[in-house]
């Protein structure tokens, strides 16, 4: 049996050795998260793949799971350490070895396995990991299966069982790299830039897009877990300005930047502009929405209200869901519509059939922008931007605040703004027409100017975003009237960036 997790355990003792350290707040509400060390040990990892192994056991699962590992220096450590306690739960082990998330997902079908555990801290910064997990292809876990393992992990309540083996799967990523290449090629001549800021993605996507016919530009294309230049993150705006950089440069007709794990993918135009992910999701909307008519999108609260009143998707008959933000979450309700695709704001695109599986893979973005580009007749991706109605938008701005207050400070600044809009008080100078309360709180105004104030599902820090249809000035004064909401709250830290 596994004993009780400590959620602290000083480093380099005798005690960090040889007990189990899993600091609670790292079971977030759809993945988990630890900065390695300081949060979890390997001991700590092995319980929580028993954990997990007891999850699949109690869900009534075929005991069978996919696992794979990002390019961290310590992630292939910690599979094993996570495989060892699958194996000793019962389960019957695929190691897919060095992977991006979506070849693990991919992996899913391929192989027949209802289960997946990819080793990943993503696009977070050296020094986290965590697990990306999933029971019912192509879904990933969500609040219920995450308080199941929670409370199982730190309750010591793993069953052991005696039933458990290990496959090693060679070369897989051969077999992925086929399955994305498997499609026509383009057929007008499109010059990229591939991005992959030294993450896992370098081994992959590049192959992936000549192989379809672009001429690919290769930039921090070769992995290297020390992330000499920046994290590999589309919406990092120093990845952006150097992909930007590389676009003027070479004179490509597009920049494609992919994070750590392969399942996001952002856009730089070729005039050099960065084009926020969600607005890439409008242009991706109406290029599909022409083909496949009615179609029915997912969108998270973060993304551009032009998902709704956008006149191309309108004539076209396109829908548009609001949902929560979150990989787990985006991924069911485009499951539960039968949506064509789900987009967030960060870059997650969900490609349903027939355009994909499901689930969020960068590189299937990629293609897809590539695909609108190709059927374009001759227009640019900085043309295809400027058809669309103007809007000023923030990046996604992430003010620090603790994983253990987080929440109850979201509560209050929702508690506050639906007292004011009750009240038929003004924010930034506006009436208040509608909250949308599904995941925190989105703020909108009878000009079309809206800020969505939430708690980060997977950091220790909050999400502030804005964007007005009538000027820059209108968009900061919503981030101005938001903040100083959130200021109220003195748990609140610093911003990653701002405006």
Same mark, same amino acid.
């Given at each position: 049996?596994?004993?009780?997790?400590?959620?602290?355990?000083?480093?380099?003792?005798?005690?960090?050795?040889?007990?189990?350290?899993?600091?609670?707040?790292?079971?977030?509400?759809?993945?988990?998260?630890?900065?390695?060390?300081?949060?979890?040990?390997?001991?700590?990892?092995?319980?929580?793949?028993?954990?997990?192994?007891?999850?699949?056991?109690?869900?009534?699962?075929?005991?069978?799971?996919?696992?794979?590992?990002?390019?961290?220096?310590?992630?292939?450590?910690?599979?094993?350490?996570?495989?060892?306690?699958?194996?000793?739960?019962?389960?019957?082990?695929?190691?897919?070895?060095?992977?991006?998330?979506?070849?693990?997902?991919?992996?899913?079908?391929?192989?027949?396995?209802?289960?997946?555990?990819?080793?990943?801290?993503?696009?977070?910064?050296?020094?986290?990991?965590?697990?990306?997990?999933?029971?019912?292809?192509?879904?990933?876990?969500?609040?219920?299966?995450?308080?199941?393992?929670?409370?199982?992990?730190?309750?010591?309540?793993?069953?052991?069982?005696?039933?458990?083996?290990?496959?090693?799967?060679?070369?897989?990523?051969?077999?992925?790299?086929?399955?994305?290449?498997?499609?026509?090629?383009?057929?007008?001549?499109?010059?990229?830039?591939?991005?992959?800021?030294?993450?896992?993605?370098? !081994?992959?996507?590049?192959? =992936? %897009? +000549?192989?379809?016919?672009?001429?690919?530009?290769?930039? /921090?294309? *070769?992995? @290297?877990?020390?992330?000499?230049?920046?994290?590999?993150?589309?919406?990092?705006?120093?990845?952006?300005? !150097?992909?930007?950089?590389? =676009? %003027? +440069?070479?004179?490509?007709?597009?920049?494609?930047?992919? /994070?750590? *794990?392969? @399942?996001?993918?952002?856009?730089?135009?070729?005039?050099?502009?960065?084009?926020?992910?969600?607005?890439?999701?409008?242009?991706?909307?109406?290029?599909?929405?022409?083909?496949?008519?009615?179609?029915?999108?997912?969108? *998270?609260?973060?993304?551009?209200?032009?998902?709704?009143?956008?006149?191309?998707?309108?004539?076209?008959?396109?829908?548009?869901?609001?949902?929560?933000?979150?990989?787990?979450?985006?991924?069911?309700?485009?499951?539960?519509?039968?949506?064509?695709?789900?987009?967030?704001?960060?870059?997650?695109?969900?490609?349903?059939?027939?355009?994909?599986?499901?689930?969020?893979?960068?590189?299937?973005?990629?293609?897809?922008?590539?695909?609108?580009?190709?059927?374009?007749?001759?227009?640019?991706?900085?043309?295809?931007?400027?058809?669309?109605?103007?809007?000023?938008?923030?990046?996604?701005?992430?003010?620090?605040?603790?994983?253990?207050?987080?929440?109850?400070?979201?509560?209050?600044?929702?508690?506050?703004?639906?007292?004011?809009?009750?009240?038929?008080?003004?924010?930034?100078?506006?009436?208040?027409?509608?909250?949308?309360?599904?995941?925190?709180?989105?703020?909108?105004?009878?000009?079309?100017?809206?800020?969505?104030?939430?708690?980060?599902?997977?950091?220790?820090?909050?999400?502030?975003?804005?964007?007005?249809?009538?000027?820059?000035?209108?968009?900061?004064?919503?981030?101005?009237?938001?903040?100083?909401?959130?200021?109220?709250?003195?748990?609140?830290?610093?911003?990653?960036?701002?405006?």
């Amino acid at each position: 049996m596994f004993s009780i997790p400590k959620s602290a355990i000083a480093q380099n003792t005798f005690e960090f050795e040889s007990e189990i350290l899993v600091k609670p707040t790292g079971f977030r509400e759809y993945d988990a998260r630890w900065l390695f060390g300081e949060e979890i040990n390997l001991q700590g990892i092995q319980a929580l793949g028993a954990g997990l192994g007891t999850v699949l056991h109690e869900l009534g699962v075929k005991p069978e799971i996919v696992v794979g590992h990002d390019y961290r220096q310590y992630s292939s450590s910690i599979k094993m350490a996570l495989v060892s306690g699958l194996m000793a739960a019962g389960c019957r082990v695929r190691d897919i070895g060095l992977a991006l998330s979506p070849m693990a997902y991919y992996a899913q079908f391929a192989l027949d396995c209802p289960a997946v555990a990819m080793v990943t801290a993503s696009h977070n910064e050296n020094g986290w990991t965590g697990v990306k997990m999933g029971a019912n292809r192509p879904l990933t876990f969500g609040p219920d299966e995450m308080n199941m393992l929670r409370e199982i992990v730190l309750g010591g309540k793993q069953v052991l069982r005696n039933t458990g083996s290990l496959e090693i799967v060679h070369g897989f990523a051969e077999t992925y790299i086929a399955h994305l290449s498997d499609r026509p090629k383009l057929k007008n001549p499109l010059k990229v830039v591939a991005a992959c800021g030294n993450g896992t993605a370098g !081994a992959f996507a590049p192959r =992936v %897009l +000549e192989a379809v016919g672009c001429e690919v530009v290769q930039m /921090d294309c *070769d992995p @290297d877990y020390n992330f000499p230049r920046y994290n590999p993150n589309p919406e990092d705006m120093k990845m952006l300005h !150097a992909m930007r950089d590389m =676009v %003027l +440069e070479t004179g490509a007709d597009v920049g494609l930047g992919f /994070d750590g *794990d392969g @399942d996001r993918c952002g856009v730089i135009d070729n005039e050099g502009e960065e084009i926020f992910a969600d607005k890439v999701g409008v242009m991706l909307a109406r290029d599909l929405s022409a083909i496949h008519k009615d179609a029915v999108f997912v969108v *998270d609260v973060k993304s551009t209200g032009l998902f709704n009143t956008d006149p191309v998707l309108q004539a076209n008959g396109a829908k548009t869901n609001y949902h929560k933000t979150g990989h787990s979450y985006m991924k069911r309700q485009v499951n539960a519509l039968n949506a064509l695709v789900g987009f967030e704001k960060s870059g997650h695109y969900f490609f349903n059939g027939p355009l994909g599986n499901g689930y969020d893979d960068g590189i299937v973005s990629a293609l897809a922008v590539c695909d609108m580009l190709d059927r374009s007749q001759g227009r640019t991706m900085a043309d295809l931007k400027r058809a669309l109605p103007q809007t000023w938008g923030s990046p996604t701005m992430s003010p620090k605040c603790a994983d253990e207050i987080k929440y109850e400070v979201i509560d209050r600044v929702c508690k506050r703004v639906l007292a004011m809009r009750d009240a038929g008080e003004l924010i930034a100078g506006a009436p208040i027409v509608d909250c949308i309360t599904v995941n925190g709180i989105r703020i909108e105004t009878n000009d079309g100017t809206w800020g969505l104030l939430r708690a980060s599902s997977n950091k220790p820090e909050l999400v502030v975003v804005v964007e007005s249809p009538v000027s820059e000035q209108r968009m900061r004064d919503m981030f101005h009237a938001v903040d100083g909401i959130l200021r109220e709250n003195p748990e609140v830290g610093a911003y990653n960036q701002t405006i």
